[in-house]
């Protein structure tokens, strides 16, 4: 029974990544993270005799993943069937030739937003050189509640969707020019949030290249999902070295590789989050601040700062999951979605299967009614990074930058209207 249910969930996980990608949706992101990360080593473990958890929660695991996507496919179907525009009009459609100088002004804001949050970090450090994953978290500690580097954070996603313009564009240079630019954060900070805007652009014009998905397709797609899963254990390995210069001296591509796979086989980061779930399942979410839905409260008061809510804006739930495992006072951990889902509403979270329904729909609107072809672009890549980080369990964490996100383009597009052509701008070339 426990490998026949993890078998359905999993059957049941792929039609609707099938469905949303068929939609050209950038919540195909949030299921595809969901698969690699819980559909695939879900069902794997529940072929394992002797696991750490046993075959009831790993088929309360299966159970409550299955009644949530239940939920979530009955409402987004019911609205796919009565919404005559989202059913005839693909969300974001691949147009070539598009000239648009605002991507000029998202260029020059992704240098800006790269060069404040790093120059700072690295003056910290002495040099890019030494540079480290521990000097950074040592840095961002001494930064105040509100800086600089918050507003230029959510500037930096929102511009990174530039990179996937111009791949659409078939700008060689200056897409080149923005990999090598996110590529070179990424170095220096070790944040594997921060390469998701490169992985999710060359993927998200794949699925905006092929309408349907053919055997070359998927066989192109799961190698891709392989590289992005090994490029960001790869990431968690490079921190091990500490400095930069300590990486160049001490680099061995033996032992390099070594630690990565070792990364993978102890079931840490990306691939074993599940295990928190499966753990908060045990203990019915007998754990402070659990089963209070938290994180949609934060979610709700979003653009509202904790510190000035009086209290009515709750505490991080990363941290009170965190908390609950045993980690250190401050450290936070996220259990994919479906642990978060349960670890705010217990068993009553399958619901949120129809909220998820609804929050995809509301920001497929958003990029519908979009009149300028690289805002779409823009918006799109931004949901995709953001659904990638929501189906890892950090759920608000993805949030912030999707509303921050959103509401920035629609304040700086109306500005560029005010500015270009008396207020009359149709988003090409030919009419500045």
């Known amino acids: 029974m426990n490998i026949l249910l993890g078998l359905i969930q999993l059957l049941l996980m792929i039609y609707i990544t099938i ?23 879900h069902l794997i473990t529940a072929g394992i005799s002797e696991y750490d958890y046993s075959s ?94 918050q507003i230029f954070g959510i500037l930096f996603y929102l511009s990174s969707g530039i990179l996937l313009y111009y791949l659409i564009q078939r700008n060689k240079l200056l897409g080149l020019l923005c990999a090598v630019l996110l590529t070179f954060q990424v170095l220096i900070t070790r944040n594997r949030v921060e390469v998701l805007p490169l992985l999710v652009s060359f993927i998200s014009l794949l699925i905006l290249k092929h309408r349907k998905l053919k055997i070359k397709e998927v066989l192109i797609f799961s190698f891709m999902g392989f590289i992005c899963i090994f490029l960001i254990y790869a990431l968690r390995a490079f921190r091990y070295y500490g400095s930069i ?27 074993g989050l599940r295990r928190e779930f499966y753990y908060f399942l045990q203990n019915r979410n007998q754990f402070t601040n659990f089963g209070k839905g938290h994180t949609y409260f934060r979610m709700l008061l979003v653009f509202i700062p904790t510190k000035w809510s009086f209290g009515l ?33 217990g068993w009553w979270g399958v619901l949120l299967g129809a909220f998820w329904a609804l929050f995809v729909g509301f920001f497929d609107s958003v990029i519908l009614k979009q009149k300028l072809y690289i805002n779409k672009v823009l918006l799109f890549s931004l949901y995709a990074v953001s659904f990638v980080i929501m189906g890892r369990g950090a759920v608000y964490n993805g949030f912030v930058p999707m ?10 597009y109306r500005i560029f209207l005010l500015l270009t052509a008396g207020g009359r701008f149709d988003g090409t070339t030919s009419s500045l």
């Open 19 to 41: 469905f949303e990608y068929q939609r050209k949706s950038p919540v195909v992101f949030l299921w595809a993270t969901l698969l690699l990360m819980f559909g695939f080593t």
């Open 56 to 149: 009831r929660i790993q088929m309360e695991a299966s159970g409550f993943a299955i009644l949530f996507m239940f939920f979530y496919l009955f409402l987004r179907y019911l609205k796919y069937l009565t919404n005559q525009k989202v059913r005839n009009e693909e969300i974001l459609v691949l147009k070539q030739n598009h000239a648009c100088l605002m991507d000029r002004f998202f260029l020059v804001i992704l240098i800006i937003s790269i060069f404040i949050r790093l120059y700072s970090y690295i003056k910290y450090a002495g040099g890019f050189l030494l540079t480290s994953w521990s000097l950074g978290r040592e840095y961002s500690a001494t930064l105040d509640y509100f800086n600089v580097n």
């Open 245 to 271: 210069d300590n990486f160049i001296n001490s680099f061995t591509f033996s032992s390099f590789y070594e630690r990565t796979i070792n990364l993978f086989r102890n079931e840490g980061g990306e691939l």
């Open 313 to 345: 804006k709750p505490p991080d739930f990363a941290i009170s999951m965190g908390v609950a495992i045993g980690m250190e006072s401050g450290g936070s951990t996220h259990p994919t979605l479906f642990g978060d889902c349960y670890a705010n509403l």
């Open 403 to 412: 509303a921050y996100g959103t509401v920035f383009l629609m304040i700086g």
